[in-house]
DNA sequence: TCTTGCGATGAAAGCGATTTCAGGCACAGT
DNA sequence: ACTGTGCCTGAAATCGCTTTCATCGCAAGA
């Protein structure tokens, strides 16, 4: 592997100067310049990353941690970062967070020991004074994904999830629903009680009225959709439709559904909420409330840039829901 | 951010007594040992990544480019090497590829410009030689995952995706169909044409002839799988089954099938390839053949973990396939 | 008592970049 | 011809760690 000390001495000129060629920092004469660019392809010389991070303290990589990479959830978000990162040569270092708390500070500690310029982080096991003090008081810039935090909102990007929530209610009383239930994930989360609340603001609107017996509590996975729906079947029968906190939970609980003899969206409809793919393969497909996943991540790593270079990009930091109509919905005809 | 020196005079001793007590490198006399750590705590002190980088020339992360990290099927895979690397105190470092050969390239590049320790490479657009040659003359250990390149197998890990072809065959086989048509994934992907050699074979050995009008190419997604099954239709009515070589063309498949009126499994049998969580989510639930997506990437992470500590951790390069049955698929009867 | 040997520690030399500071050179102005 | 002004360039310090090599002290052996 070449060092600047052979690019320099084969074109006869100083390692400062084959440096400020790279970077650009000062002006070099055009012919010394030359001959330092055909030094450089010459050698095929790359320039050491240890060596530059210790001398500028830069690592031109940015830290990710999201609860699993691999889901299909974050992963859309992930893309959306690396998307970024890579137009302006930054690279991703991610690490799961598991939504465990423990595991989450772990893992932010880990990337910031690898000295990464900056992290995205969504966190949903730390606490927000965690956060605050990890934004505030931390060693690199921090962006935060998918919570809103009132004392550090400028470094936040979100959904409205109320918004979305009062979207899926209403979009379900436009179709001539009354008897609308909601599954929502665990309501220690901030987005899970948003979409709660956003569902029972539209209910009330209309004058439906909010009946808490048609609110089950669940965990956004799968099988507490199916299990929460089997709570729903038994203590109001009577249900139209019913609103998933979750796109992962309405599949569950179009399992359960259909293992009752229910119909849907004929007998009753449904509704999920984030539009992760798999919504499209579901039978019916899955009408739901679309979160822009890949938008919030390039707005993530926007943010996260203007705060590393100082520039004044132009980044959304709360996005609107919006509906996706699919076929699991059905108008009451009565 | 308190540094060795630092933490060298707090305790007392010289910042080479400091770098042994953490590093372990050289046995330290207990009561010094103890300052020293003391010492440490009390500065909260983290060794600074670049200066142990440029020491050492190892950085303790590991790079991973796959075809997208936002896929169901990729990211199960960088899940299994995310959970190795990270029970071993390293970190990874990601970057897509995009299934470009241009654009892996750069990937690599980009990734070994970090100076990562290692890399795990899954390409699809780069040729043989140029793997043969990263592997070979490359500054750093490589494995490859889902490419099984003869000159190099000791550093791939793969599936028999031969074996897998002829398990799905045989299954359909078994169940009494004769008339079995495939869709393969674009035929310049080894895996696509391992799989449609098994499905060759099996049926050649059944007996039930091999015929090309049941066979048509396509692209591994969705659409793509739509419309070879529209085609698949047209020139072969007759058919029974459908193997697919993916799970979301499978997917594609089974929308067009419905649209043309034909039931899965009632009329047309269906059974796919990947069981990404997909699968289990389709109506009927896809009848697929499994591939132990986090298990290869723990095995292609400690196969790299091998190549870097030279240690001998048992590695299994070639993964068999495995038959997951659910609903896709019914017994022909006459 | 004097060596010998060994374990524990310190001093100092890198690792390979960036960046400050100063100097050299050419050119223009007087 | 001399000085001032800028533009280029080089020398050298610096970043924070690891690691080699040397040294010191002490116990054991002669």
Redesign the interface.
């Known amino acids: ?1 070449a060092t600047i000390r052979e690019v320099s001495r084969l074109a006869r000129v100083s390692p400062a100067t084959v440096s400020r060629v790279l970077n650009g920092t000062t002006p070099v004469a055009p012919p010394t310049r030359e001959r330092v660019l055909q030094a450089v392809a010459a050698l095929d010389y ?6 530059r ?2 001398a500028t ?1 830069r ?3 940015i830290g990710v941690t999201v609860n ?5 959830y974050f ?2 978000f ?2 959306g970062v ?1 998307q970024v990162a ?1 137009e302006n040569g930054l ?6 967070g598991f939504a465990d708390a423990q595991s989450e500070r772990t893992s932010i500690d ?6 990464c310029d900056g992290l995205v982080v969504q966190a949903e096991g730390l606490a927000d004074e965690d956060l605050i003090d990890l934004v505030r008081r931390g ?1 690199a810039p921090v962006v935060l994904f998918g919570r809103a935090v009132a004392e550090i909102e400028d470094v936040c990007v979100v959904m409205r999830n109320e918004r979305g929530g009062a979207m899926a209610a209403e979009y379900l009383l436009a179709h001539g629903h009354r008897r609308i239930a909601h599954v929502t994930g665990p309501l220690s989360f901030p987005d899970a009680r948003e979409r709660l609340q956003g569902y029972r603001r539209a209910l009330e609107a209309a004058g439906a009225g909010y009946d808490e017996r048609y609110v089950v509590e669940s965990d956004f996975r799968e099988e507490g959709g199916a299990r929460a729906t089997a709570r729903l079947l038994e203590r109001v029968p009577d249900l139209t439709a019913i609103f998933y906190g979750n796109d992962q939970m309405a ?1 569950g609980g179009m399992r359960t559904l259909r293992e009752h003899g229910r119909d849907v969206p004929g007998d009753v409809s449904v509704i999920g909420f984030d539009d992760v793919f ?1 919504a499209r ?3 019916p497909t899955l009408t739901t409330v679309r979160q822009p996943l890949i938008d919030m991540g390039r707005a993530a790593a926007h943010l996260l840039l203007n705060r590393l270079d100082h520039k004044r990009r132009e980044v959304v930091h709360r996005f609107d829901p919006e509906l996706v109509e699919r076929q699991s919905v059905a108008r009451i005809v009565r």
């Open positions: 592997m790359t320039p050491n990353a240890f060596a991070g210790l303290n690592s031109g990589g699993e990479v691999s889901s299909p992963g859309a992930v893309f690396e890579r690279h991703l270092m991610v690490s799961s880990f990337l910031l020991s690898r000295r060693p599949a798999l393969y579901l039978t």
